[in-house]
């Protein structure tokens, strides 16, 4: 379990590392990807590298994140992938650590430079912060919150296939929130944009980081109120109603949206 707080020891031999070559994770062939390398099995297999980002605490010890250039990987020794590849593949923790491995990785490559005068950002508020010395702005590691909602007409469900992502899943409709707009409000509108649908009773269920790039999906329910099904075509091939037991393919359980699914069901 990452335990999200200020590593206040010195980087040692013994911290975890997470590592990664681009936005791909490295781990050895030679056991799980669970098993994080620790930073002195780092220093042997690639060699000196930075002291990393710090994420916190894994298993109790420190805990960085590290990029390596793409040469210092063996394809004899190490697999290299997406983060998405291991996820329902490794323990729910261990993803959850994964991706803010990877975001915390990302927010520093993209925020390098000042977003309003160009200097150079340096950390501070302990690391968690990037500023600039030159017109003071900071940049905070950016989430993008969403909506994923599962609405229920009685028993039945509706799920929806998206348009152009060749996902093969039916799942339950998802959409950024707006700038100035609540959580509640944001799943209205969306499922009036994606499926022309009214609904209402929105009620919250649980939230799941998603760091593709870096979503916080916040789960919802929510009550067919009127309208007939019109998908709208640039965000949705094709949307129904479905009973338990006759749904086409669904999202993986460790997915929000396969939590959604299965909750609604168990109760419907
Ligand atoms: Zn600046």
């Known amino acids: 379990m990452l335990e999200i707080k200020p590593i206040t020891e ?10 990664f070559t681009g936005r791909d994770v490295v781990v050895s062939l030679m056991r799980p990807p669970e098993q994080i390398w620790s930073r002195q099995e780092v220093v042997d297999v690639f060699g000196e590298v930075a002291v990393g980002e710090p994420l916190g605490y ?17 394809a004899l020794e190490h697999v290299t992938g997406g983060l998405l590849s ?15 491995a990877l975001q915390m990785l990302s927010w520093r490559r993209d925020h390098r430079f000042c977003g309003r005068c160009g200097g150079d950002t340096l950390p501070s508020d302990g690391g968690r912060a990037l500023a ?8 905070y590691p950016r989430l993008n919150p969403c909506v994923i909602v599962a ?3 009685g028993d039945e469900l509706l799920l929806a296939e998206a348009a152009g992502r060749a996902t093969g899943f039916h799942s339950t409709l998802a959409g950024f929130i707006e700038p100035g707009e609540s959580a509640e409000e944001a799943v209205v509108r969306e ?17 799941q980081p998603w760091p593709f790039p870096s979503q916080l999906m916040l789960g919802f329910f929510a009550d067919y109120a009127g309208g007939e099904i019109v998908v709208d075509p640039e965000e949705i091939a ?31």
Not at 10 to 19: G, I, M, R
Not at 191 to 207: A, C, I, T
Not at 254 to 264: R, V
């Open 10 to 19: 010195k980087p040692a031999a013994h911290d975890y590392v997470f590592v």
């Open 132 to 139: 600039c010395p030159d017109c003071g702005h900071s940049a």
């Open 151 to 153: 609405v229920g007409r």
């Open 238 to 268: 094709q949307a129904g109603w479905y009973r338990k037991g006759q749904t086409p393919r669904i999202p993986p359980p460790s997915s929000i949206a396969g939590q959604l699914i299965a909750h609604f069901f168990a109760s419907a």
């Open 58 to 74: 894994w298993s109790g010890q420190p805990c960085y994140v590290v990029e390596i250039a793409h040469e210092h990987v063996n």
């Open 86 to 100: 291991l996820f329902g593949r490794i323990s729910d923790a261990a993803f959850a650590a994964y991706g803010r």
């Open 191 to 207: 499922v009036q944009e994606e499926v022309g649908l009214v609904v209402n009773n929105v009620r919250y269920f649980q939230s």
